[in-house]
Nanobody, 121 residues
Framework: QVQLVESGGGLVQAGGSLRLSCAAS????????MAWYRQLPGKQRELVAR???????NYADSVKGRFTISGDNAKNTMYLQMNSLKPEDTAIYYC???????????????WGQGTQVTVSS
């Protein structure tokens, strides 16, 4: 059906930058929204940033001014540029997408497998 594959996570020092990518593949008629969530150990998954099909974006207060979400509609790929990273940004980052697989099917929510981001102090 549909697969979301994240890449770009890793280890970085505080103040550094990372760029996450999420590529959607499979049966895709339309991508309505794509988003990044993150989950810290023992905590609930939280929204980091979301982008809609018309490139409207919103961010969690904790990342505003530091993170930028963008999309490449031709490649069905979403990016998250993370600058001025802090130790508290350490988490598993998950890609999420609301996708309409075909003209007649309803939209479905999909998740990627997650990518670890670790920021050292």
């Amino acid at each position: 059906q549909v697969q979301l594959v994240e890449s770009g996570g890793g280890l970085v020092q505080a103040g550094g930058s990372l760029r996450l990518s999420c590529a959607a593949s499979g049966r895709i008629f339309r991508i309505n929204t794509m988003a990044w969530y993150r989950q810290l150990p023992g905590k609930q998954r939280e929204l980091v940033a979301r982008i809609t099909s018309d490139d409207s974006a919103n961010y969690a207060d904790s990342v505003k001014g530091r993170f930028t979400i963008s999309g490449d509609n031709a490649k069905n790929t979403m990016y998250l540029q993370m600058n001025s990273l802090k130790p508290e940004d350490t988490a598993i980052y998950y890609c999420n997408a609301d996708i309409k697989p075909t003209l007649i099917q309803t939209s479905t929510n999909y998740w990627g497998q997650g990518t670890q981001v670790t920021v050292s102090s």
